[in-house]
């Protein structure tokens, strides 16, 4: 299995639900990531998970809650997004924890909060 | 925070021929890698240049890597429709447990 998979493919959510986006890999990969790409913009890093632990947090605002119950895989849960925060969410995945990897990315969660 | 910018931010050509684009870096970095992303999708990495190698080949890729200027490279040779996406650099800021950084991108179109 050489994929990383992101569920839902779509989510629409109203601004005071409280929803989750998956990520899973079964590549044995020790380091996932969490990005944020806005229409036609780059993606922007929100979180990096090394072994299990959070790493990185790019000052992502608190309504993004990132969890990683093992290590295959990676959760993020939301609650109370604003409109600007519909985006596609991005998870990706590499052996290890530093950038001598190249990165395995899912092919995204596409979100619009209404 | 951006560490890559490529240039151009578009281009346009006929299928069989070659395309390049360019990206930029600001600071250090310990390697640097190029992705491609069709429209809406998820990122394919393509080619991963270390700060030690100056050209890097893949079937149709061709990648350089000048340290002394902050640049790299990416050559796509004989391209066809299915090479139309976005293409995105990517670079650490050589530190130890840092994530990728991407640039702007370049997003080229090939018609047939």
């Known amino acids: 299995d050489t994929e990383v998979t992101q569920t839902p493919k779509h989510l629409v959510m109203g601004m005071t639900n409280k929803k989750s986006l998956k990520c899973e890999q079964h590549m044995g990969h020790r380091a996932m990531y969490w990005y944020k790409q806005k229409a036609k913009k780059p993606p922007e890093l929100m979180f990096v998970?090394?072994?299990?632990?959070?790493?990185i947090n790019e000052s992502v605002p608190s309504r993004f809650s990132p969890e990683c119950p093992n290590s295959s895989l990676l959760n993020l849960h939301l609650h109370a997004l604003q409109p600007e925060d519909s985006a596609l969410y991005l998870c990706?995945?590499?052996?290890?924890?530093?950038?001598?990897?190249?990165?395995?990315f899912g092919s995204g969660t596409r979100l619009t909060v209404v | 925070s951006q560490q890559g910018e490529e240039d151009p931010q578009a281009l346009s050509i006929q299928e069989g021929e070659n395309a390049t684009m360019n990206c930029s870096y600001k600071?250090?970095?310990?390697?640097l890698q190029w992705y491609r992303q069709n429209s809406g999708r998820g990122l394919v990495h393509l080619i991963l240049?270390?700060?030690?190698?100056r050209e890097k080949h893949s079937g149709r890729l061709r990648v350089t890597l000048d340290t002394s200027k902050k640049s790299s490279s990416l050559l796509i040779t004989a391209s066809r429709a299915a090479d139309t996406a976005s293409y995105f650099c990517?670079?650490?800021?050589?530190?130890?447990?840092?994530?990728?950084?991407f640039g702007k991108g370049t997003t080229l179109s090939v018609s047939s």
């Open positions: 990517a670079t650490d800021s050589n530190q130890a447990g840092t994530a990728l950084i």
């Open positions: 990706a995945s590499s052996q290890g924890a530093t950038v001598f990897y190249g990165y395995t």
């Open positions: 998970y090394s072994y299990e632990k959070l790493s």
């Open positions: 240049i270390r700060s030690n190698e």
């Open positions: 600071t250090s970095i310990n390697n």
